[in-house]
């Protein structure tokens, strides 16, 4: 069948993009309101049965499962070929974005809104993209199905939960990362720096009463605050001083306490190189002062240990290789309170595969900080001249021109490590600016609808020819 890939899409573009605003429109950040119907809360919920809700409509198999993900099943054959998409989204600051960010907005053929790029947008184009094969008619040698997650952003709950009642796809990607094509994802190891309390004693000027920042692991931290107890003593001056020879914003308030706000600037927590840390900063600040024992001790390991190092350096956790890069580390959340004596800096890393990070962590003896290992995951490999990847990237190029850029190796973790064999495969193209998990996130229309003809001719290729 000879097909014009991208004539298609724009037969669907008004489709496309009506379905894409009504489900970017939906709030689907990890919620409170936790049920059985609804585990990480209304919004994902809600976002999940929309897209359902297409399938439907446009006459597909479609199934929920445990109220965590869902699937819209096309064609036919005993192999089954996944598309992984999510609809949950990551946390915003309203008052950070030009736009309201669920009311998505269209500015120089940009759309701006809350999961345009990560990964409501190339979840649409991945689906409308089988839609418009099969409304031509194509012969399917596979089962195809777009999994739709609602818990990406936050632990991958909902994919491992339908795959435990699901069939596990051959072969498939996930629209959830860049062009050409990710064919290898680095290891993760989350952990906690403790800070281990002791009898206050002493003298000081000030005492922290409170220090929070963050609220996702991965996510470099646009906005910390710290309290403290204590009289003011020209400390706004010196603040002030401080966010200027930093170039920071913030702002400092005094009353019953002193109140301390820093703004970084958000990144990928894969990325942490690419964003300004908020937390790490403030506790820059805070090192500065003559505080409590406690307090002087938490933010004394963050600044001389943790501050200006996404590398692991000061700690001597950094590992690099030729094929996967070095290892970063995104210190996410900042949490101390000493009522409750707890001190805790949460810790992202991303290493390559080689790398043996627990074993080092075990060796570490930081003074006044107990180091906790949280969470592991493998690295995942596609040898990057497999079938797949080679089908892929030779339509990226076909349809974009591009013979420069290859397939790469990520940081981040996508779904593509839940599929036996699984790469992820863009929609981010190379050399434009990259929103995921910023402030006014945004998704050019051109790339959209240009990803949608190269999902199609690969899907058509892997799953039709």
């Known amino acids: 069948m000879n097909i014009d890939f991208k004539q298609e899409v724009q037969n669907h573009k008004e489709d496309l993009l009506k379905d894409l605003f009504e489900l970017l429109s939906v709030n689907s950040v990890l919620g409170t309101d936790i049920t059985e119907e609804t585990p990480f809360g209304s919004g994902p919920r809600k976002a999940l049965d929309l897209i359902l809700s297409f399938g439907e409509r446009d006459g597909y198999k479609t199934k929920l499962v445990e109220n965590k993900a869902g699937h819209i099943e096309v064609g036919e054959g005993e192999e ?14 309203e008052a950070d974005w030009i736009s309201h960010p669920f009311k998505p907005e269209v500015r120089d053929g940009k759309i701006y809104a809350r999961g345009s790029l990560d990964d409501k947008g190339p979840t649409m184009a991945a689906y409308y993209a089988v839609k418009l094969l099969d409304k031509l008619g ?18 991958f709950r909902c994919v491992k939960s339908y795959f435990e009642h699901e069939e596990q796809p051959a072969l498939g990607f996930t629209p959830d990362a860049m062009f050409p094509l990710v064919y290898a994802e680095k290891a993760r190891v989350t952990f906690d720096h403790n800070l281990i309390f002791k009898d206050e004693e002493g003298n000081y000027d000030y005492k922290l009463v409170e220090f929070n920042a963050g609220q996702v692991l991965n996510m470099v931290v646009a906005s910390a605050e710290a309290k403290l107890s204590g009289e ?39 990325t942490p190189q690419f964003g300004i840390n908020a937390g790490t900063k403030l506790a820059e600040f805070l090192n500065t002062l003559n505080l409590d024992a406690n307090g002087k001790n938490y933010v004394k390991y963050i600044a001389t240990r943790l501050a200006n190092d996404p590398f692991g350096k000061e700690l001597g956790i950094e590992y690099s290789d030729d094929e996967m890069g070095a290892s970063t580390y995104n210190y996410g959340i900042f949490k101390y309170d000493p009522v409750e004596k707890v001190g805790v800096v949460k810790t992202d890393c991303r290493h390559p595969k080689n790398f043996d990070l627990v074993s080092k962590l075990e060796k570490l003896k930081e003074e006044n900080i107990n180091i906790v290992v949280t969470s592991t995951k493998e690295a995942h490999y596609v040898p990057k001249d497999d079938e797949l990847v080679t089908t892929l990237v030779d339509v990226y190029r076909k349809h974009t021109g591009d013979a420069k850029n290859d397939a790469f190796v990520l940081g981040g973790g996508t779904y593509a ?32 609808l240009l990803a949608t003809a190269i999902y199609a001719e690969g899907i058509y290729k892997l799953c039709c020819e």
């Open 138 to 155: 194509v012969k399917w040698n596979k089962r195809v199905r777009v999994i739709v997650g609602s818990d990406e952003e936050t632990g």
């Open 417 to 448: 490590r839940c599929l036996k064999k699984g790469v992820a495969f863009g929609l981010l193209f190379p050399g434009k600016q990259d929103t995921m998990h910023q402030a006014n996130e945004f998704l050019e229309i051109e790339d959209l």
């Open 80 to 93: 089954l070929f996944g598309i992984l998409g999510h609809v949950d989204v990551v946390p915003v600051v």
């Open 232 to 270: 003011e003593k020209g400390i706004k001056e010196k603040f002030e001083k401080f966010l200027s020879d930093e170039k920071l914003e913030g702002e400092i308030n005094s009353g019953e306490v002193i109140t301390l706000v820093v703004k970084g600037k958000a990144a990928h927590g894969s």
